[in-house]
């Protein structure tokens, strides 16, 4: 996956001043958005009880979280290394409009999980 | 200590994690706003550390975790989450 945006693809130098220093508000505006997302999402959610299950049921719970870790950094880099693939092959307007629907789409599974807790 | 890692158990749980994972929401999540988002890094960041942090408190509080969570008021602030997101995409349309 060639990590960095646009803007970053051009020597640092060109780079428009501003768009060098929203880089690092912009990380942390994306990074916390992503993970309280996520995060919510998943707590009580089947990952977790997989690895809840297993480390209960293994004597070493700590090689069952090792074992998931690696799953999920594996997980997120496929899943965000497809929408970065993705997000180079549509166009800009299909590419929002595809990702709105899609975290409608959560949206509405998360709401059909509460319903059904 | 090191050789008696059970290297079996890390591969089992390894593949458990991956295919609960592969069709869940935050995958799917992870897809979205990683084409989304001028910034996949900070997207994979985030929802691996939101992941790892998950799994952990799984572990550590077994069982248990399921009893003391409110899990619905939880799941709803996710949904919240996620539809603001795909509204403020929508709106940026304009």
């Known amino acids: 996956m060639k990590t960095g945006d646009r803007e970053s693809l051009k020597p640092i130098s060109q780079v428009p001043v501003n768009v060098q220093t929203k880089q690092p508000r912009n990380f942390w ?28 049921e293994s004597q070493a719970p700590w090689i069952v979280f090792i074992g998931s870790a690696l799953a999920l950094i594996a997980t997120s880099l496929i899943g965000v290394s497809i929408g970065y693939w993705l997000s180079k092959k549509l166009a800009p307007e299909t590419l929002d409009l595809s990702v709105a629907i899609v975290l409608l789409f959560i949206t509405a599974w998360l709401i059909s999980d509460i319903i059904n807790l | 200590m090191i050789t008696d890692i059970d290297w079996q158990l890390i591969g089992i749980s390894f593949i458990t994690v991956f295919l609960a994972e592969i069709g869940d929401k935050s995958q799917l999540a992870a897809i979205a706003l990683g084409g989304s988002s001028n910034n996949p890094r900070a997207v994979f960041i985030g929802s691996t550390v ?25 799941k709803s602030l996710a949904a919240i989450g996620f539809a603001t997101m795909a509204l403020r995409i929508l709106w940026s349309e304009q």
Request: proline share 2%; hydrophobic share 60%.
């Open chain 1, 29 to 56: 505006l994306v990074f916390t958005s992503t993970f309280i997302t996520i995060f919510l999402a998943e707590m009580g959610d089947k990952t977790q009880l997989v690895t809840l299950l297993m480390s209960a």
């Open chain 2, 50 to 74: 939101a992941l790892i942090l998950a799994s952990l408190l799984g572990v550590l509080a077994g069982g248990t975790v399921a009893q003391f969570l409110p899990e619905k008021l939880l």
